[in-house]
């Protein structure tokens, strides 16, 4: 069975680029990547999906090398409200019959400091 | 927004009590589904279903059932609730596939 991994925490500092990296070896051709931010006491909020190679939007970057074995989501210059923990995110279920599998990691709580 | 909504935030029951757990998705989604979290082990998917009446089991369904009668609604069964069912269940619904999906607020059951 597939098995996503992501450091369990990380620490930062406000203004900071934060790079958090979550492996997943046994991705399957039609997996896409993505990936959630969850608040205490609130459901995952989507943040950033990607297939391959970078994606970019408002808030994050996420960058998957050629052979998708891992992927790494960037928040540039985290500010003290992005304390939380984040999740990836690996598969997409199909539309219509038979599961496929969406696999989530064990979360990375991330702390930012003043 | 998306909004989805959890008919309850804490729940206590008893061992045996059969519990229902009612998702509400207001943007006409195809797909809803159902996980429990669980510290260290992240979000593990029970259920979900991609259109009405038609479900399929996640990697944890034992235990537990599902109904969706009506494409807004995705309903979590436990019929004999047991303490090791004492979690975090969260809903949450998409418009295509599982990748971007809209979660609601959690409900936190406590099976005593």
């Known amino acids: 069975l597939a098995k996503t991994t992501q450091p369990i925490s990380m620490d930062s500092y406000e203004g900071q680029e934060v790079n958090i990296t979550c492996s997943h070896n046994?991705?399957?051709?039609?997996?896409?990547i993505t990936w959630y931010q969850q608040f205490p006491s609130q459901g995952p909020r989507f943040i950033i999906q990607?297939?391959?190679t970078k994606v970019t939007n408002e808030v994050a970057s996420l960058f998957i090398p050629a052979d998708r074995k891992s992927s790494t989501l960037s928040l540039p210059r985290v500010s003290l409200s992005d304390t939380a923990v984040y999740y990836c995110?690996?598969?997409?279920?199909?539309?219509?019959?038979?599961?496929?599998?969406?696999?989530f990691g064990a979360g990375t709580r991330l702390a930012v400091h003043p | 927004d998306v909004k989805v909504t959890q008919s309850s935030r804490y729940l206590v029951k008893r061992t045996g009590e059969k519990v229902f757990l009612e998702c509400v998705q207001d943007?006409?989604?195809?797909?809803m589904f159902w996980y429990r979290q669980d510290p260290g082990l992240g979000l593990r998917l029970i259920y979900f279903?991609?259109?009405?009446?038609?479900?399929e089991k996640g990697d944890i369904p034992e235990g537990y059932s599902v109904s969706r009668e009506k494409k807004e609604r995705f309903s979590l069964i436990l019929e004999s609730a047991s303490t090791n069912q004492t979690s975090m269940y969260l809903c949450?619904?998409?418009?295509?596939?599982?990748?971007?999906?809209?979660f609601g607020p959690g409900t936190r059951l406590t099976v005593t």
């Open positions: 995110l690996v598969g997409d279920a199909p539309v219509s019959g038979g599961y496929n599998k969406l696999i």
């Open positions: 943007m006409d989604h195809e797909n």
């Open positions: 949450a619904s998409s418009l295509q596939g599982g990748g971007e999906q809209y």
């Open positions: 990607g297939y391959k």
């Open positions: 046994n991705i399957a051709t039609n997996d896409y």
């Open positions: 279903s991609y259109d009405v009446k038609m479900k």
